[in-house]
């Protein structure tokens, strides 16, 4: 094998590992939702593949050039293809959501910013970013409202109508709950059709629990968005209410119904996660000690949980818990620079990742229930089953329904994790009790 055999199969190796990687999450809801377009891309690559054996030249180029087109189309795949058609939008003449209200904590960067401005510039929605830093969050207030100005001036927004839509910026400091309700009061008087609960961060293990004497990472992430959507409901009951989870979550299940006992057994003793991660352990101890490796996966499944919960107490809302992928944002400092692994293609760019949360918050109530591939359901009802879950293209999934994860014979199935939801809710609302309703 020459040099440049070794050298086209060493970089083919390393970004199909990157690639594999960063975009692992993506392939649950490819492979169980589009199995025909997978299978129809892969076929088409070992076809070609093979033709390779039939050349006498240049094979090792040709099956590195096989190789990149393959993984180039399954970017194109989950990326583009097979994400699900936005409604219609102001550069199409009209928007049913135009003047609209929806109210995004960590909107001044990121998934967040992004997903205000579009809403602002392309759907004409008022968008309420929440923030912890004043300078921070008035800065991007101002470049959504400069881009409406510059759309209603050159004509960019596609056509004759104004985009009357403005960013309003309110601080936020998901850690602090006296924070939270300050913003609820800003807010009042104020009518809110969605709320987007966004913001978010990779904790590093070890932080130590917060005022409240609570994992840090849950109160901000759950706990303070579970405070916030309870204050919003109460004026507005038909609130539309967008959670921000993971594909992560399934994490908190693999390992315990995936894994042959064998294996399991032998490492058990590094898994820092109960399975189900909120668990009855979790909820009387758990969430009382320092983050650890598991606080964010912890996270994520309460955002489910609470989506899934939401109509089943609030009957006239809806709510549904996103799964973005791996977008390359400023969450951490190696998703940055110019070989970012966005940049390279591994994770999705936050034009594309935003596309989940724009069809969770503009998606009818009807659309909403209709799981990938279905045209109608007509039994179905939020304040019967509740909640739903989003997947990176932009389909709805019942959560905790993937069976072959969450396998009800390992008592990690849907009814386990559908009980565990109940509880946290009691909990969360024990806490809240207890840490701001008891102190006012």
Known sequence: ??????????????????????????????????????????????????????????????????????LLGMMYLMDYYLVEPLPPSLANGTSSHA????????????????????????????????????????HAAQLINDEIIRSNNDGSGGNEYSNEAKAIPHIIDLADFTSVSSFVDNLKGLHIDALYNNAGYAPDPNQP???????????????????????????????????TSSETHHICAIPFTLLPNWVLDRILPLITHNPG?????????GMYTPTDSA????????????????????????????????VGTSIQSFMEGLLSPTNLGWMRSVKVGVLPALHAILS????????SGETS??????????????????????????????KEEAGLGRSRMLELSRSLWKTSEGLIEKHVNASQ
């Open 377 to 406: 359901n007509n039994n179905r009802r939020w304040n019967k089953e509740g909640g739903v879950v989003m997947n990176v293209f932009g389909g709805t999934e019942e959560a905790f329904a993937i069976r072959w994860i969450w």
């Open 99 to 138: 003047g609209k209200t929806v109210v995004i904590t960590g909107g001044n960067s990121g998934m967040g910013f992004e997903t205000a401005r579009q809403l602002a510039v392309t759907y004409g929605m008022n968008v309420v970013l929440g923030c912890r830093s004043k300078v921070k969050c008035d």
């Open 277 to 285: 991660c909120v668990d009855e352990d979790y909820l009387r101890d």
């Open 209 to 243: 629990v917060d005022q409240y004497g609570l994992d840090p990472s849950f109160t901000s992430m759950h706990l303070s968005h579970f405070y916030l959507t309870e204050e919003l409901l109460k004026q507005n009951p038909r609130l539309r209410v967008v959670n």
């Open 1 to 70: 094998m020459g040099f440049t055999s070794i050298l086209l199969n060493t970089t083919g190796t390393i970004y199909t590992l990157g690639f594999l990687f960063f975009r692992i999450g993506e392939f649950q809801p490819l492979i169980t939702n589009y199995p025909r377009e997978l299978q129809s891309l892969l076929i088409t690559a070992v076809l070609l593949q093979r033709g390779a054996a039939f050349t006498s030249n240049n094979n090792a180029y040709f099956r590195w050039i096989v190789h990149l087109s393959t």
């Open 364 to 371: 009818s109530d009807e659309a909403l229930l209709l799981t």
């Open 295 to 326: 606080s964010y996966i912890t996270a994520k499944i309460a955002n489910v949980m609470h989506a899934v919960e939401i109509p089943l107490h609030h009957p006239e809302a809806t709510a549904v818990a996103i799964d973005l992928g791996w």
